[in-house]
């Protein structure tokens, strides 16, 4: 068991995919933190304009880790906790490479953590489940918090104990339900999940962006994967009624391309088969 000290010990994970300019931005506010990380630690996913090297060319001051392949947020968070090991901190911070916390972001956070026994994870983002279904709980003001079923990876403070606990982020999901199924996990073991008012700005690029239909495949077949694993009647339940309301909307507007990508999605949850199956498009070269 962690102990918790007066000044605890926090590591910065930022990942980042083919975003340079946003990922340089994102690593400045980390380091111009009021309270700074001990350490800061960038994954970049095998990004195809060089961000790896790029960015350990840029900030001397942080390490830099570039994976071989594109595995998702889950393989990028992952790769930063194993290359801390055993000598985990007291808390990991995990900032996405488009968000940009103000420079009391951590402090404030910090300050919040030590107020909550058995934390899991806190962060800017929470949300509830009803009926296996979640919806985001909407933004609080500045230093409030709440409880709530789980907390949104990014811009999150996850204890160390929890991931010494619950392990690390699933590396097969890859894009879609690991700001899901990982914290469901730490709150299935015991630990508090609490959304905390953050000055934390979040873009969420790319999150509905036309031409992304492949990621309703990730979505379905993780989102079903989860619930067979999880063994939950509750989420699976709420797979249906999300899959049926999905399914719907397609037909209805002749969605043909989604309706193929989701029908696959379940069935490949179903056999197990998981990774990186479906390729997203090319990124945009310049």
């Known amino acids: 068991m962690m102990t918790l000290s007066d000044d605890p010990t926090i590591i910065a994970v930022v990942w980042t995919y083919n975003r340079f300019e946003l990922a340089c931005r994102c690593i400045e506010a980390v380091l111009d933190q009021s309270r700074p990380a001990d350490r800061v630690i960038v994954v970049d996913s095998a990004s195809p304009d060089g961000s790896g090297s790029r960015l350990r060319d840029t900030f001397t001051e942080v390490e830099v880790i570039e994976l071989p392949d594109n595995g998702g947020p889950g393989a990028a968070i992952s790769a930063a906790f194993a290359t801390v090991g055993d000598q985990l901190p007291d808390y990991f911070w995990l900032v996405e490479d488009d968000s940009f916390p103000q420079e009391n972001c951590l402090e404030m956070a910090v300050e919040q953590a030590a107020q909550i026994d058995q934390l899991g994870i806190l962060g800017?983002?929470?949300?509830?489940?009803?009926?296996?279904?979640?919806?985001?709980?909407?933004?609080?003001?500045?230093?409030?918090?709440?409880?709530?079923?789980?907390?949104?990876?990014?811009?999150?403070?996850?204890?160390?104990?929890?991931?010494?606990?619950?392990?690390?982020?699933?590396?097969?999901?890859?894009?879609?339900?690991?700001?899901?199924?990982?914290?469901?996990?730490?709150?299935?073991?015991?630990?508090?999940?609490?959304?905390v008012g953050l000055p934390y700005r979040q873009l969420r690029l790319g999150a509905a962006a036309e031409g992304h239909s492949w990621r309703n495949y990730y979505q379905t077949r993780n989102h079903l994967r989860m619930a067979i694993e999880f063994r939950s009647a509750t989420l699976l339940g709420g797979f249906v009624l999300r899959s049926l309301k999905?399914?719907?909307?397609?037909?209805?507007?002749?969605?043909?391309?989604?309706?193929?990508?989701?029908?696959?999605?379940?069935?490949?949850?179903?056999?197990?088969?998981?990774?990186?199956?479906?390729?997203?498009?090319?990124?945009?070269?310049a």
Do not use: N
Not at 151 to 157: C, E, F, K, T
Not at 263 to 278: E, F, K, P, S, Y
């Open 124 to 195: 800017p983002v929470g949300c509830m489940i009803k009926r296996g279904q979640w919806r985001a709980t909407g933004e609080l003001p500045p230093g409030e918090s709440r409880a709530v079923d789980f907390v949104v990876l990014d811009g999150s403070l996850v204890s160390g104990e929890a991931v010494r606990e619950s392990g690390y982020p699933k590396t097969d999901y890859f894009l879609m339900m690991v700001d899901v199924e990982y914290p469901l996990r730490m709150a299935r073991g015991g630990f508090a999940m609490v959304q």
């Open 246 to 285: 999905h399914l719907g909307y397609a037909v209805g507007h002749k969605d043909w391309v989604s309706v193929r990508y989701r029908t696959r999605g379940v069935v490949d949850a179903l056999r197990g088969r998981m990774g990186r199956i479906v390729e997203p498009p090319a990124p945009p070269t």
